[in-house]
């Protein structure tokens, strides 16, 4: 069963960063292409960067040059580096996972969520 846990989100001042962590848990990490998403209120849920198996990645263009997606070395863990912060990155943060997609930003594809970290940036 694919478990996904997200931790990092918190309250941060605009310019400042945060790292979000997820930890993957109950299946073949390798095989697997991960991303992350964010929903904020009233808004769709979009793509904000993702790694496919072979370690290739993509981002949304709001967060380019900001965010950095990684791995840890068994692949368990997906991490989000975050800078730059910006009140409009304020949302619920989301893991996401899928053994059958490439690097696609599109939220409505993947198929493993975890439960979202909060993260909220003032001005």
């Known amino acids: 069963q694919v478990q996904l846990v997200e931790s990092g989100g918190g309250s941060v001042q605009a310019g400042g960063s945060l790292r979000l962590s997820c930890a993957a848990f109950g299946y073949a990490y390798s095989s697997y292409s991960m991303g992350w998403f964010r929903q904020a209120p009233g808004k769709e849920r979009e793509g904000v960067a993702v790694?496919?198996?072979?370690?290739?990645?993509i981002y949304g263009d709001s967060v380019k040059g900001r965010f950095a997606i990684s791995q840890g070395n068994a692949k368990a863990t997906l991490y989000l580096q975050m800078n730059s912060l910006k009140p409009e990155d304020t949302a619920m943060y989301y893991c996401?996972?899928?053994?059958?997609?490439?690097?696609?930003?599109?939220?409505?594809?993947?198929?493993?969520w975890g439960q979202g970290t909060q993260v909220t940036v003032s001005s």
């Open positions: 996401a996972a899928d053994p059958n997609l490439g690097a696609v930003l599109r939220p409505h594809l993947w198929s493993y």
């Open positions: 790694i496919d198996t072979d370690g290739y990645t």
